[in-house]
């Protein structure tokens, strides 16, 4: 309840609730029991599991948010996971692709559905939920522009596309099936 009046995304609600639900059956506690080894042995088996340090730390931020909660609300006295630092971990920034490599997947993508989408993806830097989430509707051929209504922490924006991408995304639609059409 608190977090829709907060304005969170029902995908942020259900992160935390996903979250929660997992460390919850982890313990086998009542959540207001559990104490800050609870959480060390919890990401202790994540990270055995090959999950990254950055989900980890995720992890941490989602369930020492909770217990902030609880303590704000006097379910319990005082947030347990204090005790527990943050997770290092190393961000990396990953190294585009070459012109060459683009070039190999241009040629190698013959379905003009995945064509439209790769040059989507290239061209924009749209995320894929968002690009997921996009009508017909949302797309002007006339100023190459694209309305995204639902971006990351719901906000609005208009990105711009190259003439390669939207052929792409005629050349689909000549051939897109009735049934797709959402708008």
């Given at each position: 309840g608190?977090?829709?009046?907060e304005h969170?995304?029902?995908?942020t609600?259900a992160l935390?609730v996903?979250?929660?639900?997992?460390?919850g059956?982890?313990?086998g506690s009542d959540?207001?029991?559990?104490?800050?080894?609870d959480?060390?042995?919890?990401?202790?088996?994540?990270?055995?599991?090959?999950?990254?340090?950055?989900?980890?730390?995720?992890?941490?931020?989602y369930?020492n948010?909770?217990?902030e909660?609880?303590?704000?609300?006097e379910y319990?006295?005082?947030?347990?996971?204090?005790?527990?630092?943050?997770?290092?971990f190393q961000?990396t920034?990953?190294?585009p692709?070459s012109d060459?490599d683009?070039?190999?997947?241009?040629?190698?993508?013959?379905d003009?559905?995945?064509?439209?989408?790769?040059?989507?993806?290239?061209?924009?830097g749209?995320r894929?939920n968002?690009?997921c989430?996009?009508?017909?509707s949302?797309v002007?051929?006339s100023?190459?522009?694209?309305?995204?209504?639902?971006?990351?922490?719901?906000k609005?924006?208009t990105?711009y596309?190259?003439e390669?991408?939207m052929?792409a995304y005629?050349?689909?639609?000549?051939?897109?099936?009735?049934?797709?059409?959402?708008?």
């Amino acid at each position: 309840g608190s977090m829709m009046i907060e304005h969170k995304s029902p995908k942020t609600i259900a992160l935390y609730v996903s979250t929660m639900t997992a460390f919850g059956e982890f313990t086998g506690s009542d959540f207001t029991e559990a104490k800050a080894i609870d959480l060390r042995r919890y990401i202790a088996f994540k990270m055995g599991s090959g999950v990254s340090d950055r989900t980890c730390e995720n992890i941490r931020s989602y369930i020492n948010s909770f217990y902030e909660w609880l303590t704000e609300e006097e379910y319990i006295d005082a947030n347990p996971m204090r005790k527990v630092k943050p997770i290092k971990f190393q961000a990396t920034q990953e190294e585009p692709f070459s012109d060459t490599d683009i070039a190999k997947m241009r040629d190698a993508i013959t379905d003009l559905r995945i064509r439209a989408l790769f040059e989507f993806l290239l061209a924009s830097g749209i995320r894929v939920n968002e690009l997921c989430d996009l009508e017909v509707s949302d797309v002007n051929l006339s100023t190459l522009s694209v309305h995204i209504k639902h971006g990351k922490g719901n906000k609005e924006r208009t990105i711009y596309l190259n003439e390669m991408c939207m052929n792409a995304y005629k050349e689909y639609m000549k051939v897109r099936p009735v049934e797709c059409v959402k708008d």
